[in-house]
């Protein structure tokens, strides 16, 4: 039997970014997200997903992240999955 492919959009369901300036302020309200590594200010991003309507025989052979920058000096970005998301907005 050929393996079904199916494409399943998922939305964050919360994001944030904080920043080493200011480690225990979140900016969960902001508008927009910020990425910054190379002002001598590390600014990360966090988002959160909740992934529904994956039947229980399913398996996940790849993720997809879409974001679209506003200003970019070129620099890479890496995803990687969080160690806890006990964190809110």
């Known amino acids: 039997m050929a393996a079904v492919t199916q494409v399943l959009t998922v939305r964050a369901y919360a994001d944030a970014h904080v920043q080493q300036a200011t480690p225990s302020t979140n900016f ?41 920058a506003t200003s970019s000096s070129g620099a890479v970005v890496s995803a990687k999955p969080g160690s806890h998301n006990n964190w809110s907005e």
Do not use: C, E
């Open 28 to 68: 969960g309200t902001s508008t927009t997200l910020q990425a910054d590594y190379g002002s001598g200010v590390t600014k990360r991003i966090y988002l959160k997903f909740v992934v529904s309507g994956v039947p229980a025989d399913a398996s996940l052979s790849a993720a997809m992240l879409h974001m679209t």
